[in-house]
């Protein structure tokens, strides 16, 4: 009768090839998810155009603070933040509770809504008027059919040459989340799909507003 050899070692150095690959692959998915998630949260470029403020959130950064400047001299400070500032709070909702009904098969949509914020929009006015803090929201539309609310703190200086408007405490919310539930306000990230440019936006367009109304565009 033949011997026949039965030897692990051909088996194992056969395999050794694919296990290294393996091992390979799994760093090289890793290190692929860490750039995606890396670039993913990177400041978005287009923030550059603004004189911003960042602080740390989670991993990434939010927007903390932005500062915008206007020139001229003029017009009653006081009473066109009040006028263009809005504070009326706004009303979140969501449809996390809907379900299928497991013998009807309708979809039964329950609505959650909850109101938030509002408020006297002036805080502090200064005995000569110029210098102002106010509490105000203003809205954007992030896409279709979703808008978000940009909460904020405005502080507005008058100097001879101009105006500084510095708007802090900024959080956003998304004023329907659908079937998601809504966590309500919270930090704007700097990145991209947190849509940081398109709420700077609406505070430049407060400003516009005021600036409008001071008589100087």
Same mark, same amino acid.
């Given at each position: ?17 694919? $296990? ?29 155009? #603004? ?18 400047? $206007? ?14 500032? /809005? ?6 909702? *969501? ?11 309708? #979809?039964?949509?329950?609505? /959650? ?6 408020? *006297?929009?002036?805080? #502090?006015?200064?005995? !000569?008027? $110029? ?28 100097? *001879? ?35 940081? *440019? ?9 400003? !516009? ?7 100087? $565009?």
């Amino acid at each position: 009768m033949p011997t026949i050899w039965c030897s692990a070692n051909p088996v194992i150095h056969s395999f050794l090839p694919i $296990r290294e690959e393996f091992q390979v692959l799994k760093i090289g998915m890793f290190f692929i998810a860490a750039l995606i998630i890396g670039c993913s949260a990177s400041r978005m470029p287009a923030l550059n155009q #603004y004189e911003a403020q960042y602080a740390p959130w989670s991993s990434a950064e939010s927007v903390s603070s932005v500062l915008f400047e $206007r020139e001229g001299f003029g017009g009653n400070l006081p009473a066109c933040v009040a006028v263009v500032v /809005n504070n009326t709070g706004e009303t979140l909702t *969501d449809s996390s509770n809907s379900f299928f009904g497991a013998y009807s098969g309708k #979809y039964y949509n329950i609505e /959650n809504s909850v109101h938030v914020g509002g408020g *006297d929009v002036l805080q #502090y006015v200064s005995p !000569d008027s $110029r210098s102002v803090v106010a509490s105000g929201i203003s809205r954007y539309e992030a896409g279709a059919l979703v808008t978000r609310s940009v909460r904020f703190k405005l502080s507005v200086r008058q100097s *001879d040459s101009g105006r500084q408007y510095s708007f802090s405490n900024l959080a956003q919310a998304q004023l329907n989340s659908g079937t998601a539930a809504n966590t309500g306000y919270g930090p704007i990230g700097s990145w991209s799909s947190a849509n940081p *440019d398109l709420a700077l936006q609406s505070l430049d367009s407060v400003v !516009d507003e005021i600036e409008k109304c001071l008589g100087h $565009r």
